[in-house]
């Protein structure tokens, strides 16, 4: 396996249950309060018989709820805190985001939402280890679980649309949340609004002698290099978006294109798409407003350059590492920092 398909093809530690969120008593029946499900979700109409229509699908155990507050999440040293699917009485409305298919600090067959919480939200009611902090999923990322991180991206990724998606693009009107938080409807047009995602390549330009090009963004740290990525515009297919992207931000003209693996990256809303390229040009010229610097390593320049510090390459969880590695032909080692 490469290192992108080890990061790309990693198996879902989730049951998203697209069919179990279309019912909708579906949340009811987990225990969503039903004051949450009058003030944020259709459906609420029929939720008097949540409990008996429901109850064909009932969960092996207990709701746990992943809460996020102005993009961060609980955690303690041992892990993603959950809390009781209580907490949907204070938060405006809440999402499905499956039933765990491991054990990840969950036991299998959980089934776990995610609700947005108020700044000013209290955790004093609830038992928590006394060092549970609120911490940012990219602080995080390295430390988590795959099941774990898996959870944090798809709460994120649905939290993000939620919030800015509140109102019906085509005539401005509220909107409700349906389908157990994965479909926005218009009461006044009846028009159906779904998640976007935001397609985005992701470049490991290969040049003479098997030479990587890496580059820094104006506003990095001086010495951070990375594969170079820019959003895919409407119209466009991955491959054109590659060619005119490396055209725009290095100058570098592509000659052959192939598909290595994807990473959902909801910061907002991305889907990063890694590919290799290839080049015969030697020359990269940094466009100077996306691209900074701009750098040809081989493979022995580039262990070096990490290896003394004068280099530092993306973080382990990133796509963008495992292109790196997947055309270096194995791991590269973090040094630590001094
Ligand atoms: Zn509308």
Redesign the pocket.
């Known amino acids: 396996m490469t290192r992108t398909e080890a990061l790309s093809w990693q198996q879902s530690m989730i049951d998203r249950g697209s069919e179990r969120r279309q019912n909708p008593d579906f949340l009811a029946s987990l225990g969503v309060s039903s004051a949450t499900l009058a003030g944020g979700l259709a459906g609420a109409e029929s939720s008097e018989s949540a409990a008996t229509e429901a109850s064909t699908d009932k969960p092996k155990s207990t709701a746990k709820v992943l809460a996020l507050r102005a993009g961060k999440t609980l955690v303690s040293p041992g892990g993603l805190i959950y809390l009781p699917v209580s907490v949907t009485e204070q938060s405006g409305f809440a999402v499905y985001l499956g039933r765990t298919l491991g054990e990840a600090g969950l036991e299998e067959g959980t089934e776990l939402l995610t609700v947005e919480l108020a700044e000013e939200f209290s955790l004093e009611e609830f038992d928590l280890p006394a060092d549970t902090q609120w911490q940012g999923v990219r602080q995080l990322a390295a430390e988590l679980s795959i099941a774990e991180s898996q959870y944090l991206i798809e709460a994120n990724a649905i939290l993000n649309w939620h919030r800015v998606h509140t109102h019906?693009p085509?005539?401005g009107?509220p909107t409700e949340v349906i389908a157990s938080g994965w479909v926005r409807r218009?009461p006044?047009?009846g028009?159906e609004h779904f998640p976007r995602t935001d397609p985005a390549i992701i470049v490991a330009v290969v040049g003479k002698g098997g030479k990587l090009l890496l580059g820094g963004g104006a506003g990095w740290e001086e010495h951070r290099y990375s594969t170079l990525a820019g959003f895919v515009e409407p119209g466009e297919s991955l491959e054109q978006a590659v060619l005119r992207e490396i055209a725009e931000e290095v100058g570098v003209r592509i000659q052959s294109v192939q598909y290595l693996g994807s990473q959902a990256w909801p910061f907002p809303a991305s889907l990063m798409l890694g590919f290799i390229a290839f080049t015969d040009d030697e020359v990269a010229k940094p466009d100077g407003v996306e691209v900074v610097r701009a750098r040809w390593f081989s493979k022995a320049e580039l262990l070096s350059a990490v290896n003394s510090g004068e280099v530092i390459i993306s973080h382990r969880v990133s796509i963008a590492r495992a292109l790196i590695e997947h055309w270096y032909g194995e791991r590269i080692e973090d040094v630590p920092q001094r």
């Open positions: 019906c085509r005539c009107s218009c006044q047009d028009s």
